[in-house]
């Protein structure tokens, strides 16, 4: 059999007039295109930088001067995070509702590096925002160099319970210091950098005690604050251009300051007080100018605001009481009671001469306790002895200013 015939197409020549099957040509290599960062304006004038976000800020919250300088200083340092063992957090709370607290958030959110802003949110949700892959600690690897996220919650008394125990709380914690870390399973994560909360309850007392307090004022009807507005949003814009400049350009400097003591630290700042003032300190004195001194007093200022407990405002309360007697040798728990339930609108004004155990129960966690004092041939009575309470004083106290 031909096969041929069955197969016309076995052994047979190409025909020469047969259309080709065209070939689809290879598509050239392109080119590769980088994409090469936009470049960083020029680094500004220091002073003329903070006295900008100073004024832009000023048009929109109301509080006292020292708070915009905090405020101001607060905002340098979400540019510089990584350079400081330690970062501040900030508490932005009111007396009263309407006061701006979230505008405030707004206007931060516009200013700072890298935010992430939640408001009113659920503590598992910010968990699960903040436990990534990017924030796990690989052991043996160093940390990012690069200047980390703010995190700003705002409307926190949706989000924190009362209880100190809860896990939200420690991982924001663990955030305030470079070096710790938060255990979650086997993974270990950190959240280390700037956070500011803003909420109309008090925070829990372990994350208060990390916060510098900014204390805002509701406008007066006659007082002129601007809406943040698109014009509004352009100058932020061109102002945090400025904050990334000059960050680039002082990043050796701030490197080099970042593991030291600044010079004149205030008195009477508690570790943690101190841990919170010790970059802005650093920053305000490489900028010069007023602000060395500016930021000073404005810690000193905004640290009065800080909530101490019931046992540090009683300690504060005997010692103006002695203070006020001529420092005697001691006091008898009926007259130190006596003298306590004199003081308005504080929490002993209701207090009576039989509430021993009230003031014993206060101040046995600061080691005073009372003791069974004689007076001449008179029956013994419950006292308290001055020697007693000045190491809490110490301690505990900032120190009596010299005048």
Request: proline share 10%; charged share 20%; glycine share 4%.
């Amino acid at each position: 059999m031909n096969l041929s015939k069955l197969l016309p197409r076995f052994h047979k020549s190409p025909d020469p007039k047969a259309k080709k099957e065209r070939v689809p040509r290879r598509a050239e290599a392109q080119p590769l295109v980088v994409i090469q960062p936009k470049p960083l304006d020029p680094p500004p004038q220091p002073v003329e930088m903070l006295d900008s976000i100073t004024r832009f800020l000023r048009r929109h919250l109301t509080c006292e001067d020292y708070q915009y300088t905090l405020l101001a200083l607060g905002i340098v340092h979400t540019w510089c995070a990584q350079h400081f063992p330690a970062t501040p957090y900030l508490h932005v709370r009111s007396a009263e509702p309407q006061s701006a607290k979230t505008l405030c958030l707004q206007l931060l959110s516009a200013l700072c590096h890298s935010p992430w802003i939640a408001t009113g949110a659920h503590s598992r949700s910010i968990m699960d925002n903040l436990l990534t892959s990017d924030r796990r600690v690989q052991p043996g690897q160093p940390l990012a160099s690069a200047p980390p996220p703010t995190i700003l919650l705002d409307d926190c008394h949706h989000t924190f319970a009362p209880s100190e125990r809860q896990p939200l709380l420690a991982l924001l914690n663990s955030g305030s210091h470079a070096g710790c870390n938060y255990l979650d399973g086997l993974s270990r994560y950190s959240v280390f950098g700037p956070k500011v909360f803003a909420g109309n309850s008090p925070l829990p007392r372990s994350l208060a005690s990390r916060c510098i307090p900014i204390a805002l004022r509701r406008k007066k009807p006659l007082d002129e604050v601007a809406r943040f507005n698109p014009q509004a949003a352009i100058t932020a814009a061109g102002l945090a251009r400025s904050l990334q400049s000059w960050a680039a350009a002082n990043s050796a400097a701030l490197a080099r300051l970042g593991h030291q003591t600044p010079p004149r630290v205030p008195a009477g700042l508690s570790a943690r007080q101190q841990d919170c003032a010790e970059p802005l300190l650093h920053i305000a004195d490489l900028i010069g100018a007023a602000w060395p001194e500016r930021v000073r007093a404005a810690i000193v200022a905004a640290f009065k605001l800080a909530d101490d407990s019931l046992a540090l405002e009683l300690l504060a309360d005997i010692r103006a009481i002695f203070y006020i007697k001529e420092d005697p040798s001691y006091l008898s728990s009926h007259d130190l009671l006596a003298a306590l339930s004199t003081l308005d609108h504080r929490p002993w004004a209701a207090w009576c001469t039989r509430s021993g155990r009230r003031l014993a129960s206060l101040l046995h966690p600061v080691g005073v306790t009372s003791r069974s004092l004689h007076k001449g041939c008179a029956p013994s009575f419950k006292g308290y002895l001055r020697d007693a309470f000045l190491d809490p004083w110490e301690r505990y106290l900032p120190p009596v200013p010299a005048d």
